[in-house]
């Protein structure tokens, strides 16, 4: 079966949960035998991991969301088989709904997020968008939390449930690991509530070692907020996946501190369990607080309220032997309901069923 990925950006070029997902649910399905082609914006014909890359020109992007006039006239060529569009891609889905009804493609959606920051556009995006989940064959949301809180999910009968796993052998439990600091992994971005963490950080009497692994978008005003606050707070940019894992191991909880449903899953606070660390994370009414159970896994504090987040560390730091508790809990979790390879199992369901209506 050939098989059509659709998403503005790729792993490793761009190392993001959704582009990650991307990544390696297209070398899985390679590796069962099938055609693979990641269709992404800009960057030209290439190979990443033996997987062909197709990058269309792409002049701007406006808001993170790329515009690329040649969707339409590529996606009407395609000898693709079934089509899966990852979104929010407001581009390729408005380019697919102009050639739909000439071109006849069965397609599948994986439905990420809603569109948050560019909410001012929905009265004209909105319909489109409706049109287009409708018609796929499957419309795959990654928890039912966000079927429930998406106005663009719950009215849907096309839905299904398919969570995002982690490779369990690479992300692995270490028992004899010392336990060094706290963990920030991702993107340097206000929507991820960095400046919320480091609130939390400044108002702790004696804030314990944190380190932010990641970089871009608001980075130097975070190095500024350190320096003024003279907070233990370390940056590690360009982090290997082999560090990563060395970090999740080794880190007393991770935290996510999104303060927008933007943040549908939180592929790290998985990450972070399949190594055994236990999460403390906003309770966002999205997958974040699916993945993370509170005081099972780790803890959840009030979204954007600095002085909830400070008292879950707090209460974290009062013993070893209950981190130790969530973190065993927490890969527990991983390995019941986070295994990517019997998650992809169910998207290869979905691409082939789709194939045979």
């Not at 052998?169 to 600091?181: A, Q, T, W, Y």
Request: with cysteine; aromatic share 10%.
């Amino acid at each position: 079966m050939k098989i059509l990925q659709v998403y503005k950006d790729v792993f490793p070029e761009v190392s993001g949960g959704i582009e990650r997902y991307i990544h390696d649910l297209s070398f899985f399905l390679k590796e069962k035998g099938h055609s693979v082609e990641i269709l992404v914006a800009g960057g030209g014909i290439r190979k990443l991991d033996q997987i062909d890359v197709t990058g269309l020109w792409c002049p701007a992007r406006i808001l993170s969301n790329p515009i690329v006039p040649g969707y339409s006239s590529f996606l009407s060529k395609t000898k693709a088989d079934v089509i899966h569009f990852h979104l929010p891609l407001p581009s390729a889905v408005i380019a697919w709904q102009s050639i739909r009804k000439k071109f006849k493609k069965p397609y599948i959606v994986t439905y990420h997020s809603d569109i948050v920051r560019q909410a001012f556009a929905m009265p004209f995006y909105g319909p489109i968008l409706r049109k287009f989940l409708h018609g796929a064959s499957a419309v795959i949301a990654t928890s039912q939390n966000y079927v429930k809180t998406s106005d663009y999910l719950r009215e849907l009968t096309n839905s299904k449930v398919i969570a995002i796993g982690v490779n369990l052998e690479r992300f692995n439990f270490d028992s004899k690991c010392e336990k060094e600091f706290y963990l920030f992994v991702g993107r340097f971005r206000r929507y991820k509530g960095i400046f919320v963490l480091l609130e939390a950080w400044r108002k702790m009497e004696a804030p314990p070692r944190l380190i932010l692994a990641g970089g871009g978008g608001v980075i130097e005003e975070v190095r500024k907020y350190i320096a003024l606050y003279k907070l233990p707070v370390e940056i590690a940019s360009d982090v290997s996946d082999d560090k990563l894992i060395e970090l999740y191991q080794k880190s007393k909880a991770l935290i996510l501190p999104s303060i927008q449903r933007s943040e549908a899953f939180g592929m790290v606070q998985v990450e972070a369990m399949a190594c055994g660390t236990p999460v403390i994370s906003s309770n966002l009414p999205t997958g974040v607080s699916w993945v993370n159970q509170h005081k099972k896994t780790g803890l959840l504090f009030t979204t954007g309220d600095s002085v909830a987040l400070k008292e879950s560390i707090i209460e974290l730091e009062k013993s070893e032997k209950y981190r130790r508790k969530l973190g065993k809990n927490a890969r527990i979790r991983a390995e019941k309901f986070l295994n990517d390879e019997v998650l992809f199992e169910k998207v290869e369901e979905c691409l082939i069923k789709a194939t045979e209506i």
